[in-house]
Structures are given as structure tokens and as C-alpha cells.
């Protein structure tokens, strides 16, 4: 499995060293600063949650909002395979998605579409359900277009809520993965659920685990929410959880899904508006000393299936 990872870590390379610039990378801006991105790596992160509906996508894309008003090229890639919706919360409908490159109908640039809020996306592909299920050559040239997006700053990974192995897989490969909860105790609960799995599958690796509150009363609310959750899983399952923030009950923010419009365009003085930002800046300033990149996620993807391992 090493020997296997290693070749493919090194195909990898030689891609990265023998790229061209990106197609439409002279309408974005000036070829001097393709290379001198082409040294530096991408940052990976993955927004998940224990349960539905607690807000994983709305912080996923405000997020990217910004980063992006911090001067980064951010693509948010929905990797909901189940009930995409990122581009329905943008009030978009991409004629392509995932499950097209997946299928090798289409590459990966030619379904990254930009918005009109600085961002791009990658819609996401649904009606696949698993793709650690693809074939070994599969998963490499999906691999392959994973890694044709290495010209952005950042991409954000909204995953389905829940535990399945796609999730796990794009936690694995995140330099900081985002778990968002509820002050709601259903929320609570299937948050630390998912912490306890990603603790029993990945005690190996040195995770990015932080955490955020949304929909809370205030700071003091967040903070108890937070204060028990790190605990336990300090306490229980020896993991580190980083509180980052939480965000404001705001009712903006139902105004702003309903338009399908992000919350921060539609009322960027909004407390939640403001506590993302805040949020986005406090990732800024402690960024991951050693970005993991797609070679994590190609170690995850890549891995042996219990088919294979029996």
C-alpha cells in the first residue's frame, strides 16, 4: 500500500512540475502570479457535522465569501453526493457537476463555474454514492482532476452530514477540518459522535479538528456548548478539538436562504455576518504549518477496500 501511495504521490509531482498555467489564468490576472502560486501549497478545508440542517453549507460558503474578501482565490467544492446543494443556495443551476467528472464525461475545470461574488464552485454530484467504490484507475484520474484545481488559495469541502466513508475520506485529507454544531442537544450529541468516530479511525493522524457553535444565543452559550464538547473528547478519546468561534442566532440569515443569497452579501453588517468574518480571520492568521494538500487525500482515496484487504 506504501509502495503504491509513494508512485502515486510522485505522478503527482511530476504533474505539479510540468503544468501549464491554467486556462483564463491571463483574464484573472497576470501569469507572474500563476507562478509564483505554483510553489505554494493549497489549504483543504472540510465543513461537516453530525446531523443535518445545523448550518454546514451557509458557513461553508460564507466562509469562502471571506477568505476571498481577504484577497484569496477560494473554490467551495460541494461533496454532498447525496443532496448537493450549494449551487441551490446561490440560486445557481450548473449544467454539470461531480458526478459527470466521476463518469469521465467531463474535467473538473470545465464544471468549476465562477459566481458573481468572487468565489467559484464545484457542483456536487448527486445520485453517486461512494467514491471510494470506484476502480483503482477510477480513483486515479479522479485524483488527477482533484489536483487541476491546485491554482486556487483555498478549497472549501462541504460534506454531507453524517458519518459515511466519503466524509471520513475528505476529514482525512483536510488541514483543518470544521465540525459545525447547535446549542440543540441532538446536535451536541451526533457532533461528538462524529468526533468519537474520526478519533477511532484516525488516531494516527494529527487532525485539524476545530469547532464552531452556530445559532447561538450569545458568547457565553457558545462557549458552555464548546467547553463540554472539548472536554469529552479530550477526557474520553484523547483527541485535541480547537474551539474557533460561533455565530449569532440571526434571523439575516433566514431572510438571506430564502433569497438564496449568502447572508454576508445580503447584510455584511449582520452579527453572523461579522462573527464568520471573525472566525475567517482567526483561520488566517493560524494557518496549518505544513498544508497536506491532495497527497492526503490521495493516501485516503487510494486506500485499500475491505474487499481488497481480505
Known sequence: ????????????????????????AAKSGASAKVSAKANEKM??????????????????????????????????MDADLGLANVNVMLNMIPKYNLYHVIKK???????????EYGISIVAGASGFSQIANLGEEDRKDFIGELDTLSNADIIII????????????????????????????????????????IATEYDSLN?????????????????????????????FLNLKVDYLGFIYDDISVQHAVLRQKPF???DPKCKASICVQHIV????RNKPGEPRGFGAMMRRLFRPSSSETA
Open 1 to 24: 500500500m506504501e509502495d503504491q501511495a509513494e508512485k502515486l504521490r510522485e505522478i503527482m509531482r511530476q504533474k505539479k512540475n510540468t503544468a501549464s498555467p491554467p486556462a483564463g
Open 43 to 76: 489549504r483543504i478545508i472540510t465543513v461537516t457535522s453530525g446531523k443535518g440542517g445545523v448550518g454546514k453549507t451557509n458557513l461553508s460558503v460564507n466562509m469562502a465569501l471571506a477568505f476571498a474578501r481577504l484577497g484569496r482565490k477560494v473554490i467551495v
Open 105 to 115: 464525461q467531463k474535467t473538473i475545470r470545465e464544471i468549476l463555474v465562477e459566481t
Open 158 to 197: 462541504d460534506t454531507s452530514a453524517g458519518v459515511s466513508s466519503n466524509v471520513l475520506d475528505f476529514i482525512a485529507a483536510a488541514d483543518d477540518a470544521v465540525i459545525i454544531t447547535t446549542p440543540e442537544p441532538t446536535a451536541i450529541t451526533d457532533a461528538y459522535g462524529i468526533i468519537k468516530i
Open 207 to 235: 487532525m485539524g479538528l476545530k469547532l464552531v457553535v452556530n445559532r447561538a444565543k450569545g458568547a457565553a452559550q457558545a462557549k458552555s456548548v464548546a467547553d463540554r464538547m472539548i472536554n469529552i473528547a479530550g477526557q
Open 264 to 266: 454576508m452579501v445580503v
Open 281 to 284: 480571520e482567526r483561520m488566517d
